[in-house]
């Protein structure tokens, strides 16, 4: 997967936000085993710490498990997946909205520029 980082927000943001997406979008699903720090680290370009705080992170969401002998996995909750992909989901729409609404787009005119597109 190319990595894209900016310097405009901590890197470890970044790595979890990606990580999530892809955990959400189904690029890893429940229950798969997940690549180990210092490979996600090296193909991202990053110190494996800073990896290994996003995982930190994503273990906190309960999105990875981690287990002494095992490694990572994706989490086998699917309702959890399920919600925060639905939240994720309303986020970005919030803000396409808003995005048309700086631009003088009424409600009705936002819904007609999607419908027109779908």
Same mark, same amino acid.
Do not use: H
């Given at each position: 997967?190319?990595?894209?980082?900016?310097?405009?927000?901590?890197i470890y943001l970044q790595l979890t936000e990606q990580i999530?997406?892809?955990?959400?979008?189904?690029?890893?699903?429940?229950?798969d085993h997940f690549p180990p720090v210092?490979?996600?680290? !090296?193909?991202?370009? =990053?110190?494996?710490?800073?990896m290994q705080r996003a995982l930190a992170a994503l273990e906190q969401e309960g999105l990875l498990i981690s287990s002494r002998? !095992?490694?990572?996995? =994706?989490t086998t909750d699917q309702s959890l997946i399920h919600e925060m992909r639905e939240e994720l989901a309303s986020?970005?729409?919030?803000?396409?909205?808003q995005s048309l609404a700086r631009l003088g787009y009424t409600e009705e005119?936002?819904?007609?520029?999607i419908n027109k597109r779908v």
């Open positions: 997967m190319p990595w894209d980082l900016s310097n405009d927000r901590p999530k997406q892809q955990i959400l979008s189904g690029k890893y699903n429940c229950g210092r490979e996600l680290a !090296a193909e991202a370009a =990053v110190n494996p710490n800073t002998t !095992a490694g990572r996995t =994706v986020q970005i729409y919030t803000g396409f909205q005119e936002i819904r007609e520029f």
